[in-house]
């Protein structure tokens, strides 16, 4: 095993390892009481492979969790086409508004669901 070291006073090379240890610590062992070794292996085990890599929210992935990333990403796949997302801006959310020339312009209707294939 070879320790992993970033320069001295940068502190971003093992930024995602602290921030899963902060998360485990924070959502699993401190939360729970453990009666023995095997006992916190086995449920350390569980929130990795059942809660963080399959429901838990991630902002890397925009907020989704690692399985409904993984599926967009294999509906993207199939469908081998390039594909955008746009997010409604709440402030804004009238039927007409003035466009640039200060004209009055329709709005286009909301897309659909972009998870679904």
Known sequence: MV???SRPANPYHNASCESFMKTLKREEIYTNQYDDLENL??????FIEEYYNRQRLHSALGYRSP????QKTECQAESRSA???????KENDKKNSKGLLGKETQMPSP???PFSC
């Open 41 to 46: 292996r086995a449920n350390i085990e569980e």
């Open 67 to 70: 399985e409904e990333f993984e």
């Open 111 to 113: 897309s659909p669901d």
């Open 3 to 5: 320790p992993s070291m």
């Open 83 to 89: 594909t955008m997302e746009f997010f409604e801006n």
